[in-house]
């Protein structure tokens, strides 16, 4: 099997079981892929071969006492905000550059008793702060698409990685559109869960009321194997969500006759990139001719999206950040004369400018005489955000628009401009604030860059997501697409080298 | 002139009395009572006190990357006991809040704490006064908080050294209303408060340990005015005594500030109780903005109407209410009762040895409020430890009251009771201390006493009077103490006339 490299999740499972190969093999060979091609992209922070083997080993040892799952063996690679015991967790940032965690996310628990491979730790924009994965410590990461774009973000490294097949798949997190809009700028399926379902426990926390982990993958079948494992309970998350998990993988050939698809007026308006508009009106029509009733819809309240989440996010942030202060962990200032100094100095330091910004932001919207013009009207915008979906969802089941509203720019062309910056995610944001499960799909290509279709449904309809997304992808074969540069057989682009 | 110096001085100084008996003071307590739970608020750690540095502090408790708070159910239950004991609204709905400041001893840079929506509102507490009668006391509020660790300043070569073994152990910050008059019913309130925790089980009371600590809050204003003058607070009283002098001294200052056209100025102190004063900590300009807003890890508390009921079914006989029974059950004086339900221990001590004393109430009383009371504070020990029990006090007790033994051979049996010779039973027949009511052997002995003295019962006969207390005592000096000494004085009234 020349393009085991090609092989989305759910074929290397199927290649495992058959025995047609090992998982050693598989770990060998994106670990190949990793050290030629990732110097291209940037998109691992951390590569942990020698442990990525000994589980490779474990795992195949595992499947020939004839305890292997569906992912038992299969290589992944976690975000950099995962805590990974025994290995570093910088999240992107500086300020955690030598912090070694001493245990394991829940994400990464779950994953690693389901037997899975970890290759290493994904590049990410600092603490998650980022639409274009330009604001890590450890440097821009590229588009494989175009390496002068920028892959999105701010999980950025997991969509780089995927799409280039430096491994079949990985966890993201979503805070504000980091696993949608990534996916969308990168041709791959990504999914953001409802706010509950998969475990914080672990997951560095950038704003902790709209956090959710969730998978990035090249398709929904890939994506409903992996969430299948990161989803569930977690008694050390408050915020996790008691709630039966389906069978993801049983539910993806349901049909979608009936299927009531709303398409609010907000999202088709001005700033979208008509090019864009026109890929998600024929994914639209494909959905057509598979049965579903397509209508339009409103979210009056979408445009205050944006700055709800520019209060909420920085305000939150700015406390979960305080814990950084050179005391206990993570990055210390040379000699500080006093305890002001430490402080003054190791956070200066550590964390960089879009994170430096948003805690500025989130503690002024904080203060006192503030928090009632800022942070209490926010959470009344969010509510009115939440009320719009609820609304929607009386009269459709699924709610269908782009992803992003263009495809992935230039690196570098909206550094300047955070506003500009912030808008990327214009579309993806609001499902944040209600909580809500989402997913980006890929949906054709402007330029020879990909263009995401966003689904958002209602609370737990993470099946539905997926099986919309899977009969759509078994019209379709744009997210069998794979970057030219990266597609050829792994020994064509080790003798290239 | 000089003659008049005295008179001018006393005068000065009586005017000075008057002026003082012009001002009203206004005092508030804030109280920390640490909960008795045996893991922390949001953590699995244990709460023991006294281990080495930093060997109780699991992952949540160092704030590490990642990491999530979980309520600690036992906290709760507590919180509730307390508010249905003094009467408070139980909040079927509360929120966790974050207190954000930056201390090396507080390891997430904020503190979960309740603010806008504690879990306890509008309880109050009955005081005794010292020149009679009682007072109500409002309680404003009791929230549930994690503490902060201990930074050590000490053994450090210039350095701070933190422990943050403290970190997140559950307290009750119990906020009254400003109904205090006096620093002597400061003490009163705090001291029945303190009473009240170690009844309900919740708090161990130790105060060296700081298990049960007090800020508090201080103004004057002139008698009649109605507004409340300018306050300050003073930190961190953790001895009733201390609160005692912390409060007058700072009532003087501020009547001397007043007095002299000053005003006060609203900021934090400390007592120093080496020198025995306050002083400035922080103003109201430097006062600390925190930015509390929920905190979006925990939901908010939801306590169910069943919950309430299951721990209101918990609640033992409160001290007002067995001081109250203690009189009509057992006809103690309203001083007595106070005295002996001070604490729970104390309580069932006395009503343990009231029981094995068959029916000598008054007697046991007096014994438990005497004897015993002062042996233990001699011996500087709890009424746990008591070498003597209840039930063997109650034995010695039913042993006077049956004329076994009298008053004075009881004392010498209790003495012999807690060095350890057992019970009185057992003493009195070893030390053959029974009393003797054998008339034909007491009327031996006053025979022998009365030929041994002729002189005195001439003098005696010739009325003087005061030689009866002389023959009794050699009749019991005679007898070692064991005659009864009603039938002693009976029979030499008889035969001395």
Same mark, same amino acid.
């Given at each position: 099997?020349?393009?085991?490299?090609?092989?989305?999740?759910?074929?290397?499972?199927?290649? *495992?079981?058959?025995?047609?190969?090992?998982?050693?093999?598989?770990?060998?060979?994106?670990?190949?892929?990793?050290?030629? %091609?990732?110097?291209?992209?940037?998109?691992?922070?951390?590569?942990?071969?020698?442990?990525?083997?000994?589980?490779?080993?474990?795992?195949?040892?595992?499947?020939?006492?004839?305890?292997?799952?569906? &992912?038992?063996?299969?290589? /992944?690679?976690?975000?950099?905000?995962?805590?990974?015991?025994?290995?570093?967790?910088?999240?992107?940032?500086?300020?955690?550059?030598?912090?070694?965690?001493?245990? =394991?996310?829940?994400?990464?628990?779950?994953?690693?008793?389901?037997?899975?491979?970890? *290759?290493?730790?994904?590049?990410?924009?600092?603490?998650?702060?980022?639409?274009?994965?330009?604001?890590?410590?450890?440097?821009?990461?590229?588009?494989?698409?175009?390496?002068?774009?920028?892959?999105?973000?701010?999980?950025?490294?997991?969509?780089?990685?995927?799409?280039?097949?430096?491994?079949?798949?990985?966890?993201?997190?979503?805070?504000?559109?980091?696993?949608?809009?990534?996916?969308?700028?990168?041709? %791959?399926?990504? &999914?953001?869960?409802?706010?509950?379902?998969?475990?914080?426990?672990?997951?560095?926390?950038?704003?902790?009321?709209? =956090?959710?982990?969730?998978?990035?993958?090249?398709?929904?079948?890939?994506?409903?194997?992996?969430?299948?494992?990161?989803?569930?309970?977690?008694?050390?998350?408050?915020?996790?969500?008691?709630?039966?998990?389906?069978?993801?993988?049983?539910?993806?050939?349901?049909?979608?006759?009936?299927?009531?698809?709303?398409?609010?007026?907000?999202?088709?308006?001005?700033?979208?990139?008509?090019?864009?508009?026109?890929?998600?009106?024929?994914?639209?029509?494909?959905?057509?001719?598979?049965?579903?009733?397509?209508?339009?819809?409103? *979210?009056?309240?979408?445009?205050?999206?944006?700055?709800?989440?520019?209060?909420?996010?920085?305000?939150?942030?700015?406390?979960?950040?305080?814990?950084?202060?050179?005391?206990?962990?993570?990055?210390?200032?040379?000699?500080?004369?006093?305890?002001?100094? %430490?402080?003054?100095?190791?956070?200066?330091?550590?964390?960089?400018?879009?994170?430096?910004?948003?805690?500025?932001?989130?503690?002024?919207? *904080?203060?006192?005489?503030?928090?009632?013009?800022?942070?209490?009207?926010?959470?009344? /915008?969010?509510?009115?955000?939440?009320?719009?979906?609820?609304?929607?969802?009386?009269?459709?089941?699924?709610?269908?628009?782009?992803?992003?509203?263009?495809?992935?720019?230039?690196?570098?062309?909206?550094?300047?401009?955070?506003?500009?910056?912030?808008?990327?995610?214009?579309?993806?944001?609001?499902?944040?604030?209600?909580?809500?499960?989402?997913?980006?799909?890929?949906?054709?290509?402007?330029?020879?860059?990909?263009?995401?279709?966003?689904?958002?449904?209602?609370?737990?309809?993470?099946?539905?997501? /997926?099986?919309?997304?899977?009969?759509?992808?078994?019209?379709?074969?744009?997210?069998?697409?794979?970057?030219?540069?990266?597609?050829?057989?792994?020994?064509?682009?080790?003798?290239?080298? | 002139?000089?003659?008049?110096?005295?008179?001018?001085?006393?005068?000065?100084?009586?005017?000075?009395?008057?002026?003082?008996?012009?001002?009203?003071?206004?005092?508030?307590?804030?109280?920390?009572?640490?909960?008795?739970?045996?893991?922390?608020?949001?953590?699995?750690?244990?709460?023991?006190?006294?281990?080495?540095?930093?060997?109780?502090?699991?992952?949540?408790?160092?704030? #590490?990357?990642?990491?999530?708070?979980?309520?600690?159910?036992?906290?709760?239950?507590?919180?509730?006991?307390?508010?249905?004991?003094?009467?408070?609204?139980?909040?079927?709905?509360?929120?966790?809040?974050?207190?954000?400041?930056?201390?090396?001893?507080?390891?997430?840079?904020?503190?979960?704490?309740?603010?806008?929506?504690?879990?306890?509102?509008?309880?109050?507490?009955?005081?005794?006064?010292?020149?009679?009668?009682?007072?109500?006391?409002?309680?404003?509020?009791?929230? #549930?908080?994690?503490?902060?660790?201990?930074?050590?300043?000490?053994?450090?070569?210039?350095?701070?050294?933190?422990?943050?073994?403290?970190?997140?152990?559950?307290?009750?910050?119990?906020?009254?209303?400003?109904?205090?008059?006096?620093?002597?019913?400061?003490?009163?309130?705090?001291?029945?408060?303190?009473?009240?925790?170690?009844?309900?089980?919740?708090?161990?009371?130790?105060?060296?340990?700081?298990?049960?600590?007090?800020?508090?809050?201080?103004?004057?204003?002139?008698?009649?005015?109605?507004?409340?003058?300018?306050?300050?607070?003073?930190?961190?009283?953790?001895?009733?005594?201390?609160?005692?002098?912390?409060?007058?001294?700072?009532?003087?200052?501020?009547?001397?500030?007043?007095?002299?056209?000053?005003?006060?100025?609203?900021?934090?102190? #400390?007592?120093?109780?080496?020198?025995?004063?306050? @002083?400035?900590?922080?103003?109201?300009?430097?006062?600390?903005?925190?930015?509390?807003?929920?905190?979006?890890?925990?939901?908010?508390?939801?306590?169910?109407?069943?919950?309430?009921?299951?721990?209101?079914?918990? $609640?033992?006989?409160?001290?007002?209410?067995?001081?109250?029974?203690?009189?009509?059950?057992?006809?103690?004086?309203?001083?007595?009762?106070?005295?002996?339900?001070?604490?729970?221990?104390?309580?069932?001590?006395?009503?343990?040895?009231?029981?094995?004393?068959?029916?000598?109430?008054?007697?046991?009383?007096?014994?438990?409020?005497?004897? $015993?009371?002062?042996?233990?504070?001699?011996?500087?020990?709890?009424?746990?430890?008591?070498?003597?029990?209840?039930?063997?006090?109650?034995? #010695?007790?039913? @042993?006077?009251?049956?004329?076994?033994?009298?008053?004075?051979?009881?004392?010498?049996?209790?003495?012999?009771?807690?060095?350890?010779?057992?019970?009185?039973?057992?003493?009195?027949?070893?030390?053959?201390?029974?009393?003797?009511?054998?008339?034909?052997?007491?009327?031996?002995?006053?025979?022998?006493?009365?030929?041994?003295?002729?002189?005195?019962?001439?003098?005696?006969?010739?009325?003087?009077?005061?030689?009866?207390?002389?023959?009794?005592?050699?009749?019991?000096?005679?007898?070692?103490?064991?005659?009864?000494?009603?039938?002693?004085?009976?029979?030499?009234?008889?035969?001395?006339?």
């Amino acid at each position: 099997m020349t393009d085991l490299h090609r092989a989305s999740l759910t074929q290397l499972s199927a290649a *495992l079981a058959a025995g047609e190969c090992s998982s050693v093999e598989l770990t060998r060979l994106f670990l190949g892929r990793i050290q030629r %091609l990732d110097d291209r992209l940037n998109s691992f922070i951390s590569v942990c071969a020698e442990q990525a083997l000994d589980e490779a080993h474990a795992a195949d040892r595992r499947r020939a006492a004839g305890e292997a799952g569906p &992912l038992t063996g299969i290589p /992944l690679a976690h975000k950099d905000i995962f805590c990974t015991d025994g290995v570093r967790t910088s999240c992107g940032s500086r300020m955690l550059d030598n912090f070694v965690a001493p245990y =394991d996310a829940t994400v990464v628990s779950r994953l690693k008793a389901a037997g899975a491979v970890m *290759l290493g730790k994904t590049n990410m924009d600092e603490f998650a702060m980022g639409s274009s994965n330009e604001t890590s410590y450890y440097g821009a990461v590229r588009n494989p698409w175009d390496p002068a774009r920028v892959p999105g973000g701010s999980s950025g490294g997991s969509a780089a990685a995927v799409a280039a097949r430096l491994v079949p798949a990985a966890t993201g997190t979503d805070t504000g559109g980091s696993i949608r809009q990534p996916a969308a700028l990168c041709g %791959l399926t990504g &999914l953001k869960p409802t706010y509950g379902r998969v475990s914080r426990y672990g997951m560095i926390a950038f704003a902790s009321s709209l =956090d959710q982990g969730g998978p990035l993958c090249q398709s929904a079948a890939d994506a409903a194997l992996l969430l299948q494992a990161m989803a569930g309970f977690d008694e050390r998350d408050s915020t996790s969500i008691d709630h039966p998990v389906p069978d993801y993988s049983a539910m993806l050939d349901a049909p979608l006759s009936g299927l009531k698809i709303g398409l609010p007026r907000e999202y088709f308006g001005a700033g979208l990139d008509p090019a864009v508009g026109e890929r998600v009106d024929q994914a639209v029509r494909v959905y057509e001719t598979l049965g579903a009733r397509v209508r339009e819809i409103s *979210l009056p309240n979408t445009t205050l999206a944006v700055p709800t989440y520019y209060v909420v996010a920085p305000a939150e942030c700015s406390s979960n950040l305080s814990r950084y202060d050179g005391v206990r962990f993570g990055y210390r200032c040379e000699d500080p004369e006093d305890l002001m100094d %430490l402080y003054k100095r190791s956070r200066g330091e550590g964390f960089g400018a879009e994170v430096k910004r948003r805690i500025m932001v989130g503690t002024y919207v *904080l203060s006192a005489g503030y928090y009632d013009a800022y942070y209490l009207k926010a959470q009344k /915008l969010r509510q009115l955000i939440s009320d719009d979906f609820r609304r929607a969802f009386e009269t459709v089941d699924l709610i269908a628009g782009p992803t992003s509203p263009s495809v992935a720019f230039p690196l570098g062309a909206r550094l300047e401009d955070p506003i500009q910056m912030y808008l990327s995610d214009i579309y993806t944001i609001a499902a944040n604030l209600a909580g809500l499960p989402a997913l980006s799909l890929p949906c054709g290509f402007v330029d020879g860059l990909p263009v995401g279709l966003q689904l958002i449904g209602d609370y737990f309809t993470e099946d539905r997501l /997926l099986n919309a997304a899977h009969r759509y992808q078994q019209e379709t074969d744009w997210h069998e697409r794979v970057p030219p540069g990266f597609d050829e057989s792994s020994q064509a682009v080790g003798e290239g080298d | 002139m000089n003659v008049c110096r005295p008179d001018s001085m006393s005068l000065r100084k009586l005017w000075v009395k008057v002026t003082r008996m012009d001002w009203e003071p206004v005092i508030g307590l804030e109280i920390h009572v640490q909960l008795a739970t045996r893991s922390k608020i949001f953590s699995g750690a244990s709460t023991a006190y006294g281990a080495p540095p930093n060997t109780q502090a699991c992952a949540v408790d160092l704030g #590490l990357p990642g990491v999530l708070p979980v309520l600690n159910e036992a906290a709760v239950r507590m919180a509730v006991k307390f508010g249905l004991a003094v009467q408070a609204r139980i909040a079927p709905r509360s929120v966790f809040a974050r207190k954000n400041y930056f201390y090396p001893d507080l390891p997430k840079g904020y503190q979960i704490s309740q603010y806008e929506l504690p879990v306890v509102e509008g309880g109050r507490l009955e005081i005794s006064l010292e020149e009679g009668g009682s007072k109500l006391i409002g309680i404003t509020r009791a929230h #549930l908080e994690e503490d902060a660790g201990k930074s050590l300043h000490e053994d450090f070569h210039g350095l701070s050294g933190i422990d943050l073994n403290r970190a997140g152990t559950p307290l009750l910050e119990v906020v009254s209303e400003p109904d205090l008059r006096s620093a002597r019913e400061a003490v009163a309130y705090m001291k029945k408060l303190h009473t009240l925790v170690r009844y309900l089980e919740i708090c161990d009371g130790n105060m060296q340990e700081g298990s049960f600590r007090c800020d508090a809050n201080v103004s004057v204003r002139r008698r009649g005015q109605h507004e409340l003058g300018t306050r300050t607070e003073i930190k961190n009283l953790n001895s009733f005594r201390f609160v005692e002098r912390a409060i007058n001294y700072e009532i003087e200052r501020q009547i001397d500030i007043l007095e002299g056209g000053g005003s006060v100025v609203q900021e934090t102190r #400390l007592y120093d109780a080496a020198r025995d004063e306050t @002083r400035p900590m922080r103003s109201k300009e430097e006062a600390l903005d925190y930015r509390y807003f929920p905190d979006p890890d925990l939901l908010p508390l939801v306590l169910e109407e069943d919950f309430i009921a299951a721990v209101r079914a918990t $609640l033992p006989e409160l001290p007002d209410e067995k001081r109250e029974r203690f009189i009509y059950e057992f006809g103690l004086s309203p001083y007595e009762a106070e005295v002996l339900t001070a604490s729970r221990e104390l309580a069932d001590y006395f009503e343990a040895a009231e029981r094995a004393s068959d029916g000598e109430t008054k007697l046991t009383a007096h014994w438990v409020m005497g004897d $015993l009371l002062g042996a233990l504070n001699k011996a500087g020990l709890e009424i746990a430890d008591s070498p003597v029990t209840a039930e063997m006090l109650g034995g #010695l007790i039913r @042993r006077i009251g049956d004329n076994t033994i009298s008053g004075k051979i009881a004392k010498q049996v209790f003495e012999a009771m807690w060095q350890g010779e057992g019970d009185a039973d057992a003493i009195i027949e070893r030390r053959g201390l029974k009393q003797v009511t054998d008339s034909a052997a007491i009327e031996k002995v006053i025979d022998e006493v009365l030929a041994a003295h002729p002189a005195q019962v001439e003098q005696y006969r010739a009325g003087k009077d005061k030689l009866f207390g002389f023959f009794v005592g050699q009749v019991m000096k005679a007898t070692q103490g064991k005659a009864n000494p009603a039938q002693v004085n009976a029979l030499l009234k008889k035969k001395l006339t």
